[in-house]
């Protein structure tokens, strides 16, 4: 999985260890990811746990990562508030979604 969040959704790596990556900028909260010894294959409740990704440009991050061959659930919405969603899959069926807050 490492190379779809460090190479498609272009986020840094700040740590890596055998099973174990960090990824984010300096000054950005990490998102880590780890394997498990008893956890194979894609998400078997892949909405079990959905990771929110924040952009100032959800429109570009989600023509950026279309354009890569991400799979998106989802297209940019309102929702009719001040925060705009969309909602795509990572190679291993994880539900990750984008959220611009607009000002």
Same mark, same amino acid.
């Given at each position: 999985?490492?190379?779809? $969040?460090?190479?498609?959704?272009?986020?840094?790596?700040?740590?890596?260890?055998?099973? $174990?990556?960090? /990824?984010?900028?300096?000054?950005?909260?990490?998102?880590? /990811?780890? *394997?498990?010894?008893?956890?194979?294959?894609?998400? *078997? $409740?892949?909405?079990?746990?959905?990771? *929110?990704? @924040?952009?100032?440009?959800?429109?570009? @991050? $989600? +023509?950026?990562? +279309?354009?890569?061959?991400? @799979?998106? /659930? @989802?297209?940019?919405?309102?929702?009719?508030?001040?925060?705009?969603?969309?909602?795509? +899959?990572?190679?291993?069926?994880?539900?990750?979604? /984008?959220?611009?807050? +607009?000002?």
């Amino acid at each position: 999985m490492l190379p779809f $969040y460090r190479d498609v959704l272009g986020m840094p790596v700040r740590l890596e260890l055998p099973g $174990y990556v960090q /990824l984010g900028g300096p000054d950005e909260s990490p998102l880590a /990811l780890g *394997t498990h010894s008893e956890v194979r294959g894609r998400a *078997t $409740y892949p909405a079990r746990h959905i990771v *929110t990704l @924040e952009t100032s440009d959800i429109h570009a @991050e $989600y +023509k950026r990562l +279309k354009a890569k061959g991400v @799979e998106f /659930l @989802e297209a940019p919405n309102e929702n009719g508030g001040p925060v705009m969603f969309a909602a795509f +899959k990572d190679p291993e069926s994880n539900i990750l979604q /984008l959220v611009e807050f +607009k000002s």
